[in-house]
Nanobody, 127 residues
Framework: QVQLVESGGGLVQAGGSLRLSCAASGRTFGSVAMGWFRQAPGKEREFVTA????????VYADSVKGRFTISRDNAKNTVYLQMNSLKPEDTAVYYC????????????????????WGQGTQVTVSS
């Protein structure tokens, strides 16, 4: 069983920055892919970014490419999301997720590939 706890959300003006953290329990953190998804009011949950178990591979949604950076520290069982140049359309609840298979993921983009989810943290960007 893996438990994920996000932190770092808040209210920021457009153009500002935030760094989200996701702390994971469990021994398998370093063996699974990690992802960040977000859900805005009235919209479906969407993929934001993901990182491989080693941290050597990352992938981003086009909407955040060049502005967001995902990273992980396996020694601390934590994954981070650095968000720069924030826009009002980035407003959403952000969720981190842990892959359901060790050392494998079929698609980083698919929520069904992630077995564990955090409770979410609200990010609000004002214009």
């Amino acid at each position: 069983q893996v438990q994920l706890v996000e932190s770092g959300g808040g209210l920021v003006q457009a153009g500002g920055s935030l760094r989200l953290s996701c702390a994971a329990s469990g021994r398998t953190f370093g063996s699974v892919a990690m992802g960040w998804f977000r859900q805005a009011p009235g919209k479906e949950r969407e993929f934001v970014t993901a990182i491989s178990w080693t941290g050597g591979y990352t992938v981003y949604a086009d909407s955040v490419k060049g502005r967001f950076t995902i990273s992980r520290d396996n020694a601390k069982n934590t994954v981070y999301l650095q968000m720069n140049s924030l826009k009002p359309e980035d407003t959403a609840v952000y969720y981190c997720a842990a892959g359901k298979r060790l050392y494998y993921i079929n698609s980083y983009y698919e929520p069904a590939e992630y077995a564990y989810w955090g409770q979410g943290t609200q990010v609000t960007v004002s214009s």
